[in-house]
């Protein structure tokens, strides 16, 4: 018997799917590029004349938004004013080829625009709908508007992240890449699912619920031991010793998470026996109790090292340890130039270098499509629904199409 199964090339996971979104900013943006650099099709459908707002965040990347060419990639542009009655019916034909449709839109937006999940799916049982909000469907919030620093405070998220002196936001948009990921692993679950059952989903993701799942540990302590977790900066609040401690030249965050890896940092980093057996330090619970004195004890004898040697006695010992990079640290990384993770894509206004996809597969590369102009994609993808040339003409004249 021959084996045809090595003959045939792998395909990419979500080749032949098509989705349709009505995004916007990150998060339901964030969702969709990675469904692209799993192969799926993705058509954007955006604003004629603006398109989605966070073109014009800023013109960083070669006079385009940076948060664009992070999350724009690999997807199609589609300028329609889905307002208009011609505009509303080609997007509803539109949305009727497609396997998932997703909506970050403000609360209301679609459901008016004839858009509701129940209406898509009494069309097409098959089609798999996301509806992605501040704070879900219904509740005192379901109305408001709601960015991503917004829920980072309503969360309790910026309460348990800054200083002692000062709460802060995360310095990326957590909520949001939050409910992004979860839209992600909901789209992949639903159409795995139906390729069981045939039959396809409504999926309802908030940021408000994200950011809430992933702030379990300071949740569970307030709740059970009716304590605020305070706000450590570079520390833990669980364990210790965990901080940036001071070399001769700089400085090196070292994370001891158990009783073994400080046995390790007293004995073969620091060569200090007394420090190992100090009645203070030996169970993490107690270097959590005495954590000023520990992380006193600590900085005093990674003052005696340079960050190099520190690091590779750290290292040596098998003492968990990092740089604390900055973003040029980060570009220059030695484990993403050494593990090839640097591509060019392209944008109407040249190439740019962007990350691979972090989802690897061994047996085909991802897609790093292109970082798509306004309307680039209009005309094709319309054609492709019917639309003669004339057609687009006369509603490119009426500001229906871009």
Not at 25 to 35: E, S
Not at 179 to 189: P, W
Not at 280 to 289: A, E
Not at 317 to 335: E, F, K, R, S, Y
Request: overall charge negative; some cysteine.
């Amino acid at each position: 018997m021959v084996d045809t199964a090595a003959e045939v090339p792998p395909a990419l996971p979500l080749e032949g799917v098509r989705v349709v979104a009505l995004e916007q900013a990150v998060a339901a943006p964030l969702a969709t590029r990675h469904l692209a650099d799993l192969g799926a099709e993705v058509i954007k459908v955006e604003r004629v004349g603006e398109g989605d707002f966070a073109r014009a965040y800023d013109d960083t990347v070669n006079g385009i938004a940076s948060h664009f060419v992070w999350l724009g990639r690999g997807k199609k542009s589609v300028a329609l004013d889905v307002k208009s009655r011609c505009g509303g019916r080609l997007l509803a034909d539109l949305i009727g080829t497609a396997d998932v449709f997703v909506q970050n839109l403000a609360p209301g937006a679609a459901a008016r625009l004839g858009l509701g999940s129940d209406t898509l799916r009494g069309r097409d049982p098959r089609l798999v709908t996301v509806d992605l909000s501040g704070y879900g469907d219904r509740g005192p919030h379901a109305d408001r508007k709601a960015y991503d620093m917004l829920v980072q405070a309503e969360s309790g998220l910026v309460s348990i992240t800054g200083t002692p002196e000062q709460a802060t936001k995360t310095g990326i948009p957590t909520s949001d890449i939050a409910a992004g990921m979860y839209v992600l692993t909901a789209v992949l679950s639903a159409l795995l699912r139906r390729e069981r059952t045939g039959v396809g989903a409504s999926l309802d993701v908030s940021m408000f619920d994200a950011t809430a799942e992933w702030l379990g540990h300071p949740m569970y302590v307030a709740m059970y031991a009716g304590r605020q977790l305070p706000r450590l900066g570079l520390s833990h609040a669980a364990i210790a010793p965990y901080d940036a401690y001071p070399t001769s030249d700089g400085r090196v965050l070292i994370g001891v998470q158990n009783d073994r890896g400080w046995q390790a940092l007293c004995r073969e980093v620091f060569a200090d026996d007394a420090l190992a057996a100090d009645s203070r330090f030996v169970t993490n619970v107690l270097r959590v109790q005495y954590r000023g004195a520990c992380d006193a004890e600590v900085g005093v004898r990674t003052a005696r090292f340079d960050t190099a040697t520190l690091e590779a006695r750290l290292a040596e010992a098998g003492v968990a340890a990092a740089q604390v990079n900055d973003m040029a640290g980060l570009i220059g990384h030695p484990q993403l130039s050494e593990r090839d993770r640097w591509r060019e894509v392209r944008t109407e206004n040249g190439p740019v270098r962007a990350l691979l996809p972090p989802m690897t597969f061994r047996d085909v590369d991802l897609v790093m499509g292109d970082v798509p102009a306004l309307g680039e994609h209009t005309d094709e993808t319309l054609t492709a629904l019917g639309v003669q040339a004339g057609e687009l003409d006369d509603l490119r004249a009426d500001g229906v199409i871009q």
